[in-house]
Every structure is written in structure tokens, then in C-alpha cells.
């Protein structure tokens, strides 16, 4: 299987504090990557240096076989984003937006499908910004999806949406998946992970303390359970502890 994302001994501070450590990570075609890490991990910096819209200090990058931050046009066709915050006129409604971005691409999906697969095409005339937490970051997912991308960047996947939303945003990339679709998410849910990541790697403080598969990361772990491993390898079990001790 082709590597559709690699990258080696990636670093990059800021204002000299490092913040991403010699990160090495490699994805292969049609499989989904999971970028763990508690808050501040330097999970999106990653994503940021990976995708070439940050630069870096050391280290190489390639997608699809070459550097994003030289080819960036002729990646733009084969690169999906989500993106948290995106740049939007006031007025602009869902169904303008999905226009606007359909028109930048040459070969796309047809949005109308994506808006009812993701269940908010009753907003399609919705001014975007009155679209609830929820239903912006859905929308957020179908334009990284619009270019029928072969890789998709979805950072914080379903962060702000309800139970039903989530398990059916699993459904439609599990399916997208099948069809070849490589996918590098980040995710603070680790059922999610478990749900959909074939492979993960954890970031405490910028550096990797566990990369492998779900099932390895519990078995190299003294816990039975995922989430708990993960608590174990960010140490964030211990804080909780001290936590519920300093509060006793
Ligand atoms: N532009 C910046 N200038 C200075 N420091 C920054 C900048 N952007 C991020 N940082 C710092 O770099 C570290 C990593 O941030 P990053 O956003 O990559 O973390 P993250 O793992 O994505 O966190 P979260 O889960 O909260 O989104 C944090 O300590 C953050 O404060």
C-alpha cells in the first residue's frame, strides 16, 4: 500500500519554544489517521506544517509524493480541509458557500448529496451564521469534502456535535474510506478514535510518546481500556487525580 502521507523528523517552535519535537508519521492510501494529544499537544501546528500553510524548522513533509509547501497548486485539487474558522461573508448562506467553494475546483461532488447525507439540507438557505455550533462544523466537513479530495485533514472531527451526528459522521467517512479516501484527523473522543482510526499517534508536549494501532496502544499499557491508556501515555490520569485530591 502507497504512503500518501509521510513525514519525517518534523519540528517547529515558536518564539523558540518548541512545540512540535521530531514528529515522524507516516499514513498510508485509504486508511485513517488519528493525531492524538491534550490540549496545547501541538496537534494542529502539525497539521499546520504538514499542509505547508506553517513553516517549520526542520524536517521533511511530502503528500501524495510531493512537497506541499513547493506544490501547493497541484496538491489544491487533491487536499481536503476542515477548517474551525473559516472566512465567510456575514450574509453568505450554506448553499452559496458550497457554490463558492465548488467553484474553485475543477472535478467536485455534488454538494446538494453531502448537505443531505450530513442531515442540514433544510439549511441550504440558511445564512451561515445563524447555523447552530453543530451544524457549522458539519458544514465545515462537507466543504473540505466538495473537491472529492483523496486526502481529507479533519482536525477536531465532531467537536460540538450531538450523539446522532456523530455516529452519522462515522458512517459517511467509514464509507468514504472504502472508497479510498485517506483521512489524518484529530479527535479529543476516544470512542471516535477507536470507531475509525486504523493507526494513531499520541503527542505529549509536541513529542510522540505512543504511535501504532488502537489495540497496541492498550496492550503496550498497563489499562484495559482505550481511553484510559490514552489518559496513561498524556499523564492526564494523574493530573485528574491531583486534581480530585486537592479538591477533597
Ligand atoms: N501562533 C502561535 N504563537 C505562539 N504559540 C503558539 C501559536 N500557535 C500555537 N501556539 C502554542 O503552541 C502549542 C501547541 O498548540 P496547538 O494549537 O498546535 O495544540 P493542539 O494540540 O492543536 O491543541 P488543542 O487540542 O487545544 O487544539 C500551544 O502551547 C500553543 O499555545
New binding site residues.
Given amino acids: 500500500m502507497k504512503e500518501a502521507i509521510k513525514v519525517n523528523q518534523l519540528s517547529k517552535a ?2 523558540e ?1 518548541p ?1 512540535v519535537k521530531n514528529v515522524s508519521i507516516s499514513v498510508k492510501k485509504g486508511t485513517v489517521f488519528g493525531l492524538l ?10 497539521i499546520e506544517c504538514i499542509l505547508g500553510t506553517k513553516k517549520f524548522d526542520s524536517g521533511t513533509v511530502s503528500i501524495l509524493g510531493v512537497d506541499p509547501q513547493k506544490n501547493r497548486k497541484e496538491l489544491f485539487e487533491k487536499v481536503g480541509v476542515q477548517f474551525q474558522e473559516a472566512n465567510y461573508q456575514d450574509r453568505i448562506t450554506v448553499g452559496e458557500l458550497c457554490q463558492v467553494t465548488q467553484s474553485l475546483y475543477k472535478k467536485t461532488a455534488i454538494y446538494h448529496n453531502l448537505l443531505k447525507e450530513f442531515g442540514i439540507f433544510d439549511k441550504l438557505k440558511s445564512p451561515v451564521s445563524t447555523l447552530s455550533g453543530g451544524e457549522r462544523q458539519r458544514l465545515f466537513i462537507i466543504l473540505a469534502l466538495i473537491p472529492e479530495p483523496e486526502i481529507v485533514f479533519l482536525d ?1 472531527l465532531t467537536t460540538g456535535l450531538d450523539a446522532r451526528a456523530r455516529r452519522d459522521v462515522w458512517k459517511i467517512l467509514s464509507s468514504l474510506k472504502t472508497k479510498g479516501l485517506t483521512i489524518l484527523l ?1 479527535s ?1 473522543f476516544m470512542d471516535e478514535v477507536e470507531a475509525l482510526c486504523d493507526s494513531i499517534c499520541i ?1 505529549k508536549k ?1 513529542e510522540i510518546v505512543f504511535y501504532g494501532t488502537v489495540s497496541e496502544a492498550i496492550a503496550q499499557s498497563p489499562c484495559e481500556k482505550f481511553e484510559d491508556a490514552y489518559l496513561w501515555y498524556t499523564d492526564e490520569e494523574d493530573k485528574e487525580y491531583e486534581n480530585i485530591s486537592n479538591n477533597a
Wanted: glycine share 22%; aromatic share 6%.
Fill in positions: 515558536y518564539n519554544l512545540v494529544g491534550a490540549n496545547g499537544a501541538g496537534k494542529t501546528t502539525t477536531e484529530t479529543h503527542l509536541g
